[in-house]
């Protein structure tokens, strides 16, 4: 059965409470530079956390951390950059394929825009690829791509039966998850699996005509294409939307309000920026704001990473844009839960209706 990267990441992007350490370390292939970033990491931590821990808790608290320093041999396994997750009860160490800064955050949630802006970039896929007496299955995403398993049919199996066999084998994999499937193979043999195929998340047409095992990749590579164009439409989608949210009142771009709105369970999508942070603590329960110049200390976090946080856990929806792709370059927008007049709710949804008519 597979596990998506989403279920992987969710203890990260649900934990809160107590203290949390979040570091991203640029990975330019240089071990040495990358030590010397670890090591402003601990600097900073112990600067951060010297008032708040005795020095035996905070021994102990950056003990893996020190480990790490001394023996950094899982770096040279990470072709990426690299994120750094502790509490007391946890340490996880992870390969970030996406664009990051040298950073280190403490506060008593992780920081996790770069973690949402790798979930939104680097979309998992599968690939089936049908040959005339196998099938094999692929799991991808912009920067992997391996063989998970294949089923040879037997001679004397009928190609119905060869084709139900394979539903079966498909959604028993995806119990758990279900990453958009593409299809490769010969048009007819294609055609017999659609109409045994139950998996819902499956693409339109086949990816690609024919299939063999030693064209995969170059096949991954146009999946990846589409999955790039995908993702850019996704984010064109979510600020039209907004655009439309706002004409029926149903839209805000003032984090004071938004912060308020987010605490009531009101946001349904929060599109905000990843190249800005704004410092500062929320109040949980009313959503009151308090906002720093700096990040004072371990319990003040990034406001923008904190309601992101916080709109997920209650089932919403995040977005990460470039400051340059939201209008007049906000950090953040909101779009609320329908709850205005009829009137506007019927020409909302009509307008939602015209977006999914636009983007599929």
């Not at 692929?138 to 063989?147: A, R």
Request: net charge negative; with cysteine; proline share 3%.
């Amino acid at each position: 059965m597979l596990t998506s990267k989403q279920t992987s990441l969710k203890p990260l992007l649900e934990s809160e409470n107590g203290v949390h350490l979040t570091a991203y370390l640029a990975n330019r292939g240089n071990l040495i530079e990358l030590k010397s970033q670890l090591k402003t990491v601990m600097n900073e931590s112990y600067e951060w956390l010297s008032s708040a821990m005795s020095k035996e808790e905070l021994k102990r608290f950056l003990e893996p951390l020190d480990s790490l320093l001394l023996d950094s041999s899982i770096f040279k396994l990470m072709k990426g950059n690299i994120g750094i997750f502790r509490t007391f009860d946890s340490f996880r160490v992870l390969n970030i394929p996406v664009e990051v800064e040298q950073s280190c955050q403490v506060a008593t949630s992780f920081h996790v825009k770069p973690l949402l802006r790798w979930l939104q970039a680097d979309r998992e896929f599968l690939l089936l690829g049908l040959e005339e007496d196998a099938a094999h299955l692929y799991l991808g995403s912009q920067d992997s791509f391996k063989l998970i398993d294949s089923i040879l049919f037997p001679e004397f199996f009928k190609k119905n039966e060869a084709f139900a066999c394979v539903n079966d084998w498909i959604m028993e994999l995806t119990k758990t998850t279900h990453p958009k499937l593409f299809v490769a193979g010969e048009k007819m043999n294609v055609a017999g699996l659609n109409q045994h195929l139950k998996y819902t998340n499956t693409a339109k047409n086949p990816i690609s005509n024919f299939f063999g095992q030693h064209n995969a990749f170059n096949i991954c590579t146009d999946v990846r294409k589409i999955l790039k164009e995908e993702s850019k439409k996704a984010l064109e989608k979510s600020l039209l939307e907004f655009k439309f949210a706002e004409e029926g009142n149903r839209a805000q771009k003032n984090i004071f309000q938004i912060a308020k709105a987010v605490v009531r369970g009101k946001v349904r999508k929060l599109i905000v920026t990843d190249e800005l942070s704004i410092f500062g603590t929320i109040d949980k329960k009313t959503g009151g704001l308090a906002i720093h110049p700096l990040d004072l200390n371990h319990e003040d976090d990034c406001i923008l990473d904190d309601l992101a946080q916080m709109v997920l856990n209650q089932g919403g929806e995040v977005v990460i844009a470039k400051r340059d792709e939201i209008p007049k370059g906000r950090p953040i927008l909101a779009i609320l839960d329908d709850d205005g007049a009829a009137l506007e709710k019927t020409e909302y949804h009509l307008a939602l209706k015209a977006i999914q008519e636009r983007f599929g």
